[in-house]
């Protein structure tokens, strides 16, 4: 049986990031490490790294284009896409 | 028995509820924060946009960033939303000026170094407590000194930043200011830091009143409703105005846009609130994010109903005006008069009950004591203090003249007492007609030590605003709904005529109808431009010839006094010519646009901010920091150059130019007069050199000194202030009106006096300057606080926008009912005579001095600065050493 994912908290839509570095586990209430690996029920938070649209640059890890839209323009991975209209989740998320 | 110093305690102290307690406490523990969402979105709208009407392009880069920020509650909240994802969050506007938070090896920092932008940012200290971010960390960039990003953040930011190259407000007003002749001079002056600040691309708004009333009364349904409406009535017709009367169309296409784009974040908030509400276990909890979404799901379409969803529709709008633009200082103005009738209907119809609404406001003030605004280390630190300046205004006259206090305003004293925290400040704009019960709810907070509120005088600052606005046709029930903007800028307001709910009864309430002000020129160190006039224009840190030789003797004081005066018209003339391009580019491209359309009368007349849409329009000023430095310093060179010639004017230059004998206050990181340290006569110097230095400065020092009521030197501040203020008129801003003078230091008086020499009064090199504009220079003001405020009020404070005593009381000499009592008459009696402003710090010095010794023990100690409270944490060494210094008053 294949494990289910664990994500870090601020991949996850169970997170209410306070600042760069913590924020609120929203079930707990509780304070955590945002890079902290959360419980493995927790959902994946839509962002531009597990997006169909992203495609990663070849020279830097943090950046690449969105293909989403008419014109390509400037992407970075990390970018939540909760309001992102054209966010498709990459299946082999 | 062992010697511990005794602190005394403050007097007075609140307890907050139980829940702003908890969020308070995540608040301590929170860092700046800084994200990408908003300039990403901009930018990208903003660049598909090429060649679209200006107003609408920008309009629709707005809309497209506001709808996409993510929404984010936390748990325990009753007020939501905030400027960003993060609790304390902001972001860079890199379309305002990209250069400073590039990496200092880059060819952008290294341009803005050249041409002066950044130099306020080397000499600019941010406290390095609290939440600043002042070195990087893990996966953390520190940027401008304060904030944090994520790394995975920032190469984006920069490719943004990038973008906006030679397109930004900076990049492209420097451009065109370039073309006024002398600019060289301008970057030498920025370099020298002779002015801290350029104003078009900084903060380009704020230090004014938000203006509340038309989504209160409208809802943004109504408000986009009548912009369409508008829009097919105005459509093809110029209606006279051959210059832009045809913009009308496009600008309210614009203000639909934005209005959409914010109505879309609030219900980005509304859907959370319900998506949070699914995934709750807790049933109380589960019915909080339940009320929170019914209420933005309402107000996001429809006026307030209710006290609750009016103050969360005041707080969404004032973000999103702050998200608009870089802005400090925007005030909430009289907002208990604003919301005063929701309350009182709520309370007659048993909808809430005043411990609820006490909560509620101290929320509110959680909520805007996490606004950070994302600006350069020099203007955040060098001039903020990391404060924002979101003040609350209370008491005044209303539009018949008569006490305005309300008991809402009662409670946001009460709030301010139970729940002490930077922000909102508040602002009492003192008549004689206020009722003693509130001025002594005043006085009880004053004595928690916050420091709010301070006292402003409503008579004084209507007089101003008469004259100053006469061109524009303010009257005397306009200037009665004045309030203070930023920390302490008099600024214009009007009266709106507020209907709720069934109620048949219109109330008439207060909000901003004025332009930015503290635009134009900013702090101009006087103290700096007396080393320049003493020493032929040449800046003695950095050996750099600043102005033209002016090649006089300085024979007499006549001639040095117009010989400062000279100097001085030229700086300012080259300056406000710079500033009014930055401006005008500012206003071309980068125009206010939901902020325009709250305001008076953009949304009757179509015309936004740039095209004098607004009631009133003669907002620019000039600041000047330094003043008591300066006065001081006049007074030493009269008496003892040309009066009793003491010292020849060689001599004293040659000891400014060695520090009478001292060291660097740098060098020994300390920055306050008392604790200087002198040379030792083995490090180069003789001992009769030594001896020469210990002669001048301590004729220097006991030279006549300001606030000790004595003509001597009272008649040289009068007559500067006579001059200053007149010489102002003479400059125009890029709108056609004159400017006026401000007189406030906020924090630049520790920037300043960090580059700035020995001064003739005896102050030392790189020491801080005495704080606003009359404070006593610390420890000068002998003769008690009463002589002090002769001092400053021997001139017409009505002629400037303000002006700034602080004074700083020990808590035992205000101790008790009859302590509170002697506070209340110390306001009147100088309210009375004429004075401005008067602020309170209520502290022991020695609790202070070991808050510097033990900055984790005093987290949440709260102080008084210059028109601001900031937590002692958070503000820079220079400043914090200058607090310690000041005069302590121990009894009345
Ligand atoms: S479509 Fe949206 S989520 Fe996908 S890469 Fe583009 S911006 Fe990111």
């Known amino acids: 049986m294949k494990n289910k994912t664990q994500y870090h ?44 649209h992203f495609s990663s640059g070849a020279n830097s890890n943090y950046k690449g284009s969105c293909l989403g839209f008419a014109k390509p323009f400037l992407a970075y991975p990390d970018m939540i896409a909760k309001t992102c209209s054209s966010y498709i989740k990459n299946e082999h998320e | 028995m062992h010697n511990e110093l005794k602190l005394f305690p403050r007097e007075i102290k609140g307890q907050m509820s139980e829940r702003t307690q908890k969020l308070l406490k995540i608040y301590y523990q929170t860092l700046s924060s800084v994200d990408n969402e908003f300039p990403y979105w901009y930018s990208r709208k903003y660049f598909e946009l090429d060649n679209e009407v200006a107003a609408v392009r920008r309009a629709q880069a707005l809309k497209e960033a506001f709808s996409h920020l993510t929404a984010v509650i936390f748990p325990g909240e009753l007020i939501v939303m905030q400027k960003t994802m993060h609790y304390r969050g902001s972001f860079a506007m890199p379309w305002l000026s990209e250069g400073y938070f590039m990496s200092k090896e880059d060819e952008f920092y290294q341009a803005s170094l050249k041409r002066g932008s950044t130099s306020a940012d080397q000499h600019s200290k941010m406290g390095s407590g609290g ?21 995975e953040e920032m190469p984006a930011l920069l490719e943004l930043a990038r973008m906006w190259y030679g397109k930004s407000v900076d990049d492209l007003g420097n451009k065109y200011e370039k073309m006024v002749p002398g600019y060289d001079c301008k970057e030498k002056i920025m370099r020298s830091l002779v002015c801290m600040f350029d104003s078009g691309y900084t903060l380009p708004q704020g230090r004014e ?29 110029a209606n ?54 019914e209420n933005l799901q309402w107000i996001a379409y429809h006026p307030p109903r209710s006290f609750k969803e009016a103050l969360q529709l005041c707080w969404t709008l004032h973000i999103a005006v702050l998200n608009e633009d870089a802005i400090s200082g ?42 950070d605004c994302f600006a350069s280390m020099g203007v955040v630190g060098g001039v903020l203090s990391g404060n924002t300046f ?88 306009e200037a009665r709904a004045w309030s203070i903007g930023g920390c302490l800028e008099t600024s214009p307001c009007s009266w709106m005529p507020l209907k709720i709910n069934s109620d048949p009864k219109t109330y008439y309430i207060p909000g901003g109808s004025g332009q930015p002000t503290s635009v134009g020129v900013h702090f101009v160190s006087l103290p700096k431009v007396l080393e320049l006039v ?39 003339e080259l300056l406000v010519r710079c500033n009014n391009i930055q401006h005008d580019i500012w206003r071309k491209n980068n125009m206010a646009i939901f902020n325009s359309l709250l305001k008076p009368d953009c949304l009757s007349k179509g015309h936004l901010i740039n095209e004098l849409g607004y009631r009133y329009n003669a907002t620019f000023n000039i600041e000047t920091t330094g003043t008591i430095n300066l006065i001081n310093s006049l007074a030493s060179l009269k008496k003892n150059i040309y009066d009793e010639k003491r010292m020849t004017l060689d001599e004293l230059k040659w000891a400014i130019k060695n520090n009478c004998g001292y060291k660097t206050a740098e060098s020994i990181n300390s920055y306050s007069l008392m604790d200087q340290v002198k040379i030792a006569d083995t490090e180069g110097v003789t001992r009769r050199e030594l001896e020469h230095f210990e002669e001048i400065h301590s004729l220097l020092m006991k030279a006549p000194k300001y606030g000790n009521s004595e003509e001597y030197v009272d008649s040289i501040l009068k007559d500067w202030e006579d001059w200053f203020t007149g010489m102002c008129r003479n400059y125009q801003s890029l709108y056609g009106h004159p400017l006026y003078a401000c007189q406030i230091s906020v924090s630049t008086h520790g920037a300043m006096g960090a580059v700035t020499s020995a001064t003739p009064d005896g102050r030392l090199a790189g020491t801080t300057f005495a704080d606003g504009s009359l404070s006593a220079y610390p420890g000068t003001d002998k003769n008690g606080p009463f002589a002090l405020m002769n001092s400053a009020t021997c001139f017409d404070h009505s002629r400037s926008q303000n002006t700034q005593l602080n004074f700083k009381l020990h808590p035992m000499a205000i101790a008790g009912n009859s302590g509170s009592k002697k506070l209340l008459e110390l306001i009147r009696g100088y309210m009375r005579r004429g004075g401005f402003h008067l602020q309170f710090n209520v502290v022991d010095t020695n609790m202070l001095k070991d808050a510097q010794k033990h900055p984790e023990n005093y987290r949440d100690l709260l102080v008084r600065v210059a028109g601001f409270t900031q937590y002692w944490v958070e503000i820079g060494k220079n400043i914090q050493d200058e607090v310690i210094a000041r005069t302590e008053y121990g009894e009345m």
């Open chain 1, 9 to 52: 908290y601020r991949d996850t839509l169970n997170y209410a990031p306070v600042d760069v570095v913590k924020g609120i586990d929203l079930i707990t209430k509780s304070l955590v490490k945002a890079d902290d690996l959360a419980p493995p029920e927790y959902e994946l938070l839509p962002k531009c790294k597990f997006c169909k």
């Open chain 2, 131 to 151: 939440g600043n971010v002042t070195k990087s960390f893990g996966k953390v960039v520190s940027i401008a000194g304060k904030f944090g990003i994520r790394e």
């Open chain 2, 209 to 237: 009143v938000i203006n509340y009333y038309y989504p209160l009364q409208y809802g943004f349904d109504g408000l986009i409703k009548i912009a369409s409406d508008k829009m097919s009535e105005v459509a093809g017709f």
């Open chain 2, 240 to 293: 006279g105005d051959g210059m832009v009367g045809m913009n009308r169309l496009y600008n309210y296409q614009a203000i639909k846009l934005v209005l959409e784009g914010v109505q879309a974040w609030i219900l980005n908030y509304a859907k959370e609130a319900k998506r949070l509400e699914h995934i709750e276990n807790d049933l109380d909890q589960k019915q909080e994010y339940q009320e929170i979404y």
């Open chain 2, 330 to 371: 925007l005030s909430l103005g009289r907002l208990g008069q604003v919301l005063y009738p929701y309350y009182e209907n709520d309370l007659r119809n048993g909808k809430i009950i005043e411990e609820q609404v006490i909560e509620l406001l101290e929320l509110q003030r959680l909520k805007f004591t996490c606004v």
């Open chain 2, 390 to 477: 979101n003040n609350l205004s209370i008491g005044g006259t209303d539009k018949d003249g008569r006490d305005a206090s309300n008991t809402l305003e009662m409670l946001m004293l009460e709030a301010g007492i139970r729940c002490p925290t930077p922000q909102p400040t508040l602002s009492l704009l003192y008549d004689d007609k206020l009722d003693d019960e509130f001025l002594l709810k005043a006085v009880q907070s004053v004595k928690t030590g916050t420091g709010y509120p301070a006292f402003m005088n409503n008579r004084v600052a209507m007089e101003f605003l008469l004259e100053q606005y006469r061109n524009e046709n303010m009257n005397i029930e």
């Open chain 2, 534 to 572: 003493l020493f032929d224009g040449v800046d003695q840190r950095t050996s750099e010839s600043v102005l033209e030789k002016h090649n006089r003797k300085l024979n007499s004081y006549d001639e040095l006094l117009a010989t400062f005066k000279d100097y001085f018209s030229k700086i300012v």
